[in-house]
């Protein structure tokens, strides 16, 4: 594989990322939460495959400002995905917390 064929592998890649966190940022702005977490399975074979990629050393300057701004662009999808998400997340912490501790209390008068 050429270094160019490489370039344009792990670009190719890079750009899927921005593409999948672009629409989990779009799902979790509809809360359609299980979306979300199909989508982040998505990215997660991306970044692993980004990971198997072999990097060429040198970046030509047009390519290395492309991944650059596909990954400021993939950091703030994230940034605000975390936003929308942590509401949702405290609410299912909520809901666990009282789930245990109703599991604790029936245990509790079940042993008496």
């Known amino acids: ?9 792990m670009l190719n890649l890079y750009e899927e990322v921005a593409r999948l966190t672009g629409n989990m940022l ?3 702005h509809e809360s359609d939460w299980d ?6 399975a998505g990215c997660a074979n991306c970044i692993e495959s980004i990971k198997g990629c072999k990097v060429p050393e040198a970046l030509s300057e047009s390519a290395r400002q492309q991944k650059v701004e596909l990954l ?3 950091l703030a999808n994230d940034r605000e995905i975390r936003k929308l998400s942590e509401p949702w997340m405290q609410r299912i912490s909520h809901l666990l917390e009282s789930t245990q501790r109703q599991c604790d ?3 509790a008068y079940r042993n008496e």
């Open 1 to 9: 594989m050429s270094k160019d064929d490489e370039t344009n592998t």
């Open 26 to 28: 779009s799902a979790a």
């Open 35 to 40: 979306r979300v977490v199909e989508l982040e």
């Open 72 to 74: 400021k662009l993939i």
């Open 105 to 107: 209390v029936a245990r």
